[in-house]
């Protein structure tokens, strides 16, 4: 019974710290449109610092007011390879702006206590205030979860994912901007180097195989015990 209980520890779950999603815009030029898919550490980016899973951001901010500009190092991931073109997205036209956002999808069904963090650059006239929200039906309704205000600068902004989007299938994650006030053609807001950090769960199948074999195992040991001894005493 130990060697069973000994071999069963060995499949209980585990939760590991992970770059679950991660969006660094460097596969873009400047002044053309920016790059709105996330590095993943497989393919097609295979970047040691990308995310596990692949998603795209989306947005209803207004067409041709916002492309690729100069990046951010300011949150750029561990191990990203993908540096060289230094790009980020950039807003511009901020006060015909307000209330738009960008959002992305994630499949979340093993996904744990996660966290966004982004950076931001923000000039004077630029979106002041930049809040977050989240979808568990992939987008149909959100729920507000988070906001920062009176923005300057280059700064690095936090939001905890309540626990509610723990393991949901069709969470979206949206960043909607407001306080805007620029009415001009130049740069307002950048946007860079966006994660999305947390644990993943092990899939309920695997832990299942691995204590059905853990019992197998344990029983064909039982049966070769039990016929040694027979031999033993005949």
Do not use: K
Not at 13 to 18: G, Q, S
Not at 38 to 65: H, K, M, R
Not at 144 to 152: D, E, F, H
Not at 198 to 223: D, M, Y
Request: charge should be neutral.
């Amino acid at each position: 019974m130990a060697g069973a209980l000994i071999l069963t520890a060995a499949f209980v779950p585990r939760a590991n710290a992970t770059l679950l999603v991660y969006f660094n815009f460097e596969d873009a030029t400047t002044g053309g449109a920016p790059d709105f898919n996330a590095d993943v550490v497989g393919a097609p980016d295979f970047n040691p610092g990308g995310g596990l899973q692949f998603t795209t951001i989306t947005t209803n901010y207004a067409a041709g007011a916002f492309d690729s500009r100069a990046g951010l190092t300011l949150n750029r991931s561990a191990g990203d390879i993908d540096i060289t073109a230094n790009q980020a997205v950039a807003f511009r036209h901020s006060s015909q702006n307000n209330g738009t956002w960008i959002q992305f999808a994630v499949n979340a069904t093993f996904f744990q206590n996660m966290t966004l963090t982004y950076a931001t650059n923000n000039n004077g006239n630029g979106f002041g205030t930049q809040s977050f929200s989240y979808s568990t039906n992939g987008g149909a309704t959100f729920t507000a979860a988070g906001s920062v205000s009176g923005l300057t600068g280059t700064q690095l902004v936090t939001f905890a994912v309540p626990t509610l989007a723990n393991n949901q299938p069709g969470l979206v994650l949206r960043i909607t901007f407001s306080s805007g006030q620029s009415s001009g053609n130049d740069i307002q807001t950048i946007i860079d180097n966006i994660q999305l950090n947390g644990t993943v769960i092990p899939e309920p199948a695997t832990v299942a195989g691995g204590l059905l074999g853990a019992c197998g195992l344990c029983w064909h040991q039982r049966r070769r015990l039990i016929r040694l001894v027979r031999l033993r005493r005949a």
